[in-house]
């Protein structure tokens, strides 16, 4: 009896068919061809998103854009200080506009030439120029920005255009010391190790000297100039701009570099010692480009290059 019980419980528990382990083998075969289609899709997904995410990843959060202006020509003219009088200023270097003279009006500008990055860019700047001894040295790095800096980003966001035919003057060329003048700074390019200094510094072999020179950037959204050149505009207070001057515009940063290093001693500026560095503004953006600068660079707080594009 207890044989036959075994071999009665040994029949009950039969294998299962040939076929049916093929199915079950065919069926995980499935399930796996699945999962890895799956993983394979998810990857094709991650990988097409890549340029967009990295696109927006390159993006500098910082409000700029910028025009490069190389230089065109020297003159003792400031059509701003001393309009048409030519002759009566000490000698200027100009960049940009290329009719630059001591006659020169927004209309007379809006016809001539310029050499800047964008070309769309008329307007005129200009600085004192520089002389090692008797030796005049032009500037070969000449970048003009355009910031939000200086602002709050409240502010930042609703800086206005600049207004066409807008004139400014910054820095102190009458200054009689460095005290005088707390806004041009000059420093050697790649040589940190140079403290900054309102006079000429003295620069490392194979660096090269440089002016850094801030616009006020809260305009009194009347004038386009003032008698002294400087009273319709003014630097912010405590991150945003006074109540006089209540409309802000983006800061003009005007950036030279002058090949030169070494002794600076001999080094002196048209209008005198170093730290009476200082320029001249004449706005002659087309009113759209400069707007959609504004617009896509400043308010959105993203570094823009000459083009007006991240």
Known sequence: MLFNRRTTEHRGRRSLPPWRYRIAGLAAAALALSFIQANVGNAAGDQGARPEAKAAADVVKVAEFVAECPYTHSAPDDPIVFPDLPGASHMHSFFGNDSTNAHSDLTSLEGGRTTCSPDIDLS??????????????????????????????DVIRDIQPLPRGLRIVAGNAVATGPDDNTISRWSCLHAGEVNPSHDFVNCPEGSMLESYLDFPQCWNGTDLDSADHKSHMAYPVD?????????????LRQVMRYPVNGD?????????????????????????????????C????????ADGTP
């Open 124 to 153: 005129s700047y200009w600085t004192p120029t520089l002389y090692d001894g008797d030796k005049v040295v032009e500037p070969t790095g000449t970048t003009f920005y355009y910031l939000g800096e200086g602002v709050r980003d």
């Open 239 to 251: 991150g945003g701009c006074p109540s006089t001057h209540p409309v802000a515009v983006p800061k």
């Open 264 to 296: 600076s001693s001999n080094f002196r500026l048209a209008s005198g010692a170093g730290y009476t560095m200082h320029g001249d503004f004449f706005n002659v953006w087309p009113e759209e480009e400069m707007a959609q600068r504004v617009r896509d």
């Open 298 to 305: 400043i308010n959105a707080i993203v570094k823009c290059g």
